[in-house]
Structure formats: structure tokens, C-alpha cells
């Protein structure tokens, strides 16, 4: 999972598997945001769960948040090539705002056909 | 529709040399503006943050500096580069709480 010290990770999987990628946070968050990023681009975010939220879904997208265990995790269904990209978590550090957003080391995923 | 411009897109330069990156929102008034750094494979670093014109908060020390001029205008600056310094530097934007929208970025190579 990513966070703390840990370099990028790596995840390889074929076109059609499922995927989960975790985070654990160190701190009370209100929200986490899941972001991902293309090469040699902008980060974009894909879902966004708040901590009165369990789960969340958004097309092949799903993202849990455990307050209790400080966890979320995001999971692809069947996924495709254009998955590809590296995904990174991130928190507010439970300030309620964005002004000290705290990213994770990120998860680079690789889907081949 | 909003638009987040950067600027320059890549910048090669020495050591010691002087440094400025500049970034523009259209479309959003008195938007949260950030810069977020980013080493080559690594996660993103924020470092600096700005909630109104003319104020600006640091979150790490980094020699480097942030201004905010205009509300739709974010600068980076520093008087002296390090090889440290290079990475991807990314400007974003937020109206309060919610997610933040970044540009396409500015690429960095200290020499």
C-alpha cells in the first residue's frame, strides 16, 4: 500500500483482471482523494470519498475508506490499457480543507493487452 | 469552462542560476491556488499554498519562493538554483474543500 517511506509501486496485470490499490493514512482524514496521473502530465482526480462515506463507485471505479483501520482503497474493474498510469491517494491531514493536501507514494499500474 | 495554464513547459538550466515558473486560472474567481513538486518517479511534495492575493503560506523549505500578484496568477521563483530543485512542478486550484485541479506542468533539469 502506498504512504510513509515506500518507494512507487509497481502492479503488472492483463486487460480484463480486477485491481485494488491501497492507502493507509497516519492521521484522522475527512476526505481521501484518489488521483491519477499520465506521463509527463498533470495529475487528475478520479473519485473523491469522505470520511461519512464507506464506499464510493464511479464507472469501473470503486474506493472504500475504513476510518477505524485509517484505509481506503481503490479497485478497478476488468481493466484496459488505458488504465495505465500511476495512482496516488491523498489527505487532509483532517484540517476539513485543501490547503495542506498530503499525497501518497503513488502505484504505478501497468495493464497489458 | 476553467482553464489552468503553466509556464515555461521545460527549462534547462545551470546551477546557481535564477529561476521563475508562472501559472494562470481563467474562469474561477478567488480560487486556492498551490504548487506541488515532484522528483522524477516519486509522489507529489506541496509547497506552497495561497488562499487570497498577496498572501502566501510555505509548507516546506525548499529556497524557494511563491507570489501571488494577481488572484488568477501563481509564481515560483527562486534567485539560485540546486541541483535539488530539479523535478515536475505543478500548479493546482481549488474553490474550498473538493479536489484540486492541476495544470499540465513545468519540467525542471538543474545542470
Known amino acids: 500500500s502506498q504512504w510513509g517511506e515506500e518507494n512507487l509501486q509497481a502492479l503488472s496485470i492483463q486487460e480484463g483482471e480486477d485491481v485494488t490499490m491501497n492507502c493507509s493514512y497516519k492521521t484522522y482524514t475527512t476526505v481521501v482523494h484518489w488521483y491519477r496521473q499520465d506521463s509527463g502530465r498533470g495529475p487528475a482526480l478520479i473519485i473523491l470519498?469522505?470520511?461519512n462515506e464507506r464506499e464510493k463507485r464511479s464507472g469501473r471505479l470503486r474506493a472504500t475508506l475504513d476510518t477505524s483501520s485509517q484505509s481506503s482503497s481503490l479497485s478497478i474493474t476488468a481493466a484496459q490499457c488505458e488504465d495505465t498510469a500511476v495512482y496516488f491517494c491523498?489527505?487532509?491531514w483532517g484540517g476539513g480543507s485543501n490547503y495542506k493536501l498530503t499525497f501518497g507514494k503513488g502505484t504505478l499500474l501497468t495493464v497489458t493487452p | 469552462a476553467q482553464t489552468i495554464h503553466q509556464w515555461p513547459v521545460a527549462e534547462i538550466k545551470a546551477v546557481g542560476s535564477p529561476l521563475s515558473l508562472g501559472c494562470t486560472i481563467k474562469?474561477?474567481?478567488?480560487?486556492?491556488l498551490y504548487w506541488y513538486w515532484q522528483a522524477t518517479g516519486g509522489t507529489l511534495q506541496q509547497l506552497f499554498y495561497s488562499i487570497t492575493v498577496g498572501q502566501v503560506e510555505s509548507v516546506v523549505q525548499l529556497n524557494l519562493s511563491a507570489s501571488r500578484p494577481k488572484d488568477d496568477q501563481f509564481i515560483l521563483s527562486t534567485e539560485k538554483l540546486l541541483l535539488s530543485h530539479s523535478g515536475f512542478y505543478l500548479c493546482a486550484w481549488s474553490l474550498g474543500t473538493g479536489q484540486l485541479y492541476f495544470g499540465e506542468g513545468s519540467k525542471l533539469t538543474v545542470l
Open positions: 470519498i469522505r470520511s
Open positions: 474562469g474561477k474567481s478567488s480560487p486556492n
Open positions: 491523498a489527505t487532509d
